[in-house]
Structures are given as C-alpha cells and as structure tokens.
C-alpha cells in the first residue's frame, strides 16, 4: 500500500494509528480525514506537522461530496474508519449524534469507496457490540451480537451495513473490534484519563455502583498493531478481535491508579450506576493470533505506568482543551469538572 485514507484520524486510537503507520512503513501516506468534534484534536497530530507524508482534511464523513473528494485525489489504496461518536455516557443522554456519525457516516464512506473502487476498506469497531458477558466465558468473532446501549447499538449497526455490503456488492472489507483502549492522548472523559486527572487535583473519582463491572484493557499500541495486521492480511469479509488479557473491575483499576499517584483511596466516590451498565467484557482473539499473526506485547502494569507517566509529562495537553467542550456524563450528573 502506497496511500491511505484514515477517518477520525485524531481522536485518540486514530492519532496514535497514523503514528504507527508512518513508523512501520516508510513508503506510506496518509490522508486524514477529521471532523474536529469535541475529542478530535489537532495536538494529537501536532509532531507530524510539515510531514510530506501526512495531510489532514477536515470534513465530515456524512458528507458524500467532502468524501468523494477526498478519495478522488488519486492513489487511494486503503481506508481505515475510527471515525465515530464513542462514548456510552453521552449516548444515553442523546443518542442522535452516534445514529449520524456511526451509522449514516459509515454508509456514505462505503457508498464513495465502492464508487471509487477502494480496494481494502477497515471497519473498526467494538466488544460492546456482543453485549455483556456473565463471570465467565469470552466473547468469540461468533458470539452473537447484542448491544445494550445507543452507542453500542449504534455500532452494531454499523457492522452490519459493512457486512451486507461485503456479501452484496463484493466489497473488500473487513471489521475490527477490541476490548477497552488506554494509553497516551485518551480524551479526558473517559475513566483512566478522568481519573488520573481528578486525583491530580485531589478531586472525587466518581465510580459507578459498587465498581465491581469487568473490563478487559487492551494497550492502544496494541491494538493499533491489529487493525495494521487486518488491513493488510485480513481476509475479506471476516471480523477479528483483539483483547488485551488484562481483565480488571472498575474499582481494582480505580485502586491501580490511585496507588500509583500515591493518593488516598479515600477519594473514590460511589455514584448511582449508569443505565443499563454491562456486567462483564473480555475477547478471545485466537482467530487474530492464528490467521495474522498479532499478539497483545504490552503487560497491562507497565502499559498504565506509562500510560500514567506520559499525562504526568503532558499537562498542557489536557489544559488546552476547554473544559465546556468535554463535559462528560460524569460532569454532568455529580459535578466533577476536570478543571
């Protein structure tokens, strides 16, 4: 591959993908297309400013004519699409945005690279589309999907409109989903970042019901290295997971982050649960070990350190975004502010 496209390219998986991309492949361009919504982040991006390799489009992925535009400026190999509304809290609050972006955003990329005769096309996706498991078990490229909130649904359906096109129209796609995400530039409403954050400041960590929900953490490196491996060895029309084996309850994690910052566990705040909360996530990714090759390489101890020592280095970067820009569910409901 010589050029590619990536949508939602800086957000927080997307931004460290292209990153990862340019490294790997010293022949590869990048197209990134980004909306700049309230988590996609030109900073993210900021160290590959004058990279004659890497050129940033702002638009929308709703809009047909933008899209086309983009994969007409010739010598488009591949697209890989993050672009997506991705948090379940503000779903819960309005679902509208998550049915535009995920779902018609999704159709209208499709549409453009059909016509365009796009010859690999990436959906990445999530676990949450399969639901929520009990305290045991994993979730299989088999398992069946079910999702329990607007934005997992959203997702979903998403999914399927890649599948119906694969099966209908032969198009040369292939779908991704892994578990929960962490690492460097994670926008600040989600839990690690939002923690790590409040502690800093001696704030209240706002945990859901008792804290006893199961994640698996998968590092975004990682993960990165999986949607690099399905682009290029996937085969068309199959969905590979990615999981990192590193299943924790939201209050072990919680105690992991306030033990490292050395900060008293008196700060956790238990908060009325969010609706319709899943019990329990974790991947089997034996099809992504056995048909690309991929393995998990970060040890989730050492992954949150870094993780943890990258936001200790990087204050301004949570600093400069404005904080009525990314007021979360969390914020919202019990007025815990980042700032």
């Known amino acids: 591959m010589r050029r590619i496209v990536v949508t939602g390219g800086c957000g927080f998986i997307g931004s460290n993908f292209i990153r990862l991309e340019l490294e790997l492949d010293p022949e590869l361009s990048i197209v990134n297309i980004d909306k700049l919504t309230y988590a996609g982040n030109l900073a993210n991006l900021a160290d590959l ?58 159709q209208t990329l499709l549409d453009c690279c059909r016509l365009h005769k796009i010859g690999r096309y990436v959906q990445v996706s999530t676990d949450e589309v399969y639901g929520s498991l009990g305290d045991d078990g994993k979730f299989t490229e088999e398992t069946p999907l079910a999702p329990n909130s607007p934005y997992s649904a959203s997702k979903a359906s998403a999914d399927l409109l890649v599948r119906a096109y694969v099966h209908t129209f032969d198009f040369p796609a292939v779908i991704t989903r892994c578990s929960n995400n962490y690492g460097p530039y994670q926008f600040p409403e989600k839990l690690i970042p939002l923690f790590i954050s409040n502690a800093l400041k001696d704030q209240s960590l706002p945990v859901y019901g008792t804290g006893l929900n199961i994640r698996d953490w998968i590092h975004v490196l990682d993960h990165c290295r999986g949607i690099d491996a399905a682009l290029r060895r996937g085969r068309v029309g199959e969905v590979y997971n990615f999981g990192g084996n590193s299943e924790l309850t939201n209050l072990d994690l919680t105690y992991a982050l306030l033990d490292a910052l050395g900060k008293p566990r008196t700060l956790i705040r238990y908060v009325a649960d969010r609706p319709g909360h899943d019990h329990r996530y974790a991947i089997d990714a034996t ?33 400069n975004i404005k904080s009525g820009e990314y007021r979360s569910y969390y914020e919202q409901q019990y007025g815990n502010r980042l700032t």
């Open 49 to 106: 400013q004058g990279n004659a390799r890497y050129q940033f489009a702002r638009g929308d992925i709703c809009d047909k004519d933008f899209v086309t535009s983009v994969l007409r400026s010739g010598d488009i190999d591949a697209v890989v699409n993050f672009a997506a509304e991705s948090h379940v809290d503000r779903s819960i609050l309005d679902s509208s945005p998550f049915v535009q972006t995920n779902i018609i955003g999704t």
């Open 287 to 319: 099809k992504a070990r056995r048909e690309l090759g991929w393995e998990p390489q970060a040890v989730f101890a050492a992954g949150l350190r870094q993780t943890i020592d990258w936001y200790l280095a990087n204050p301004d970067w949570i600093a």
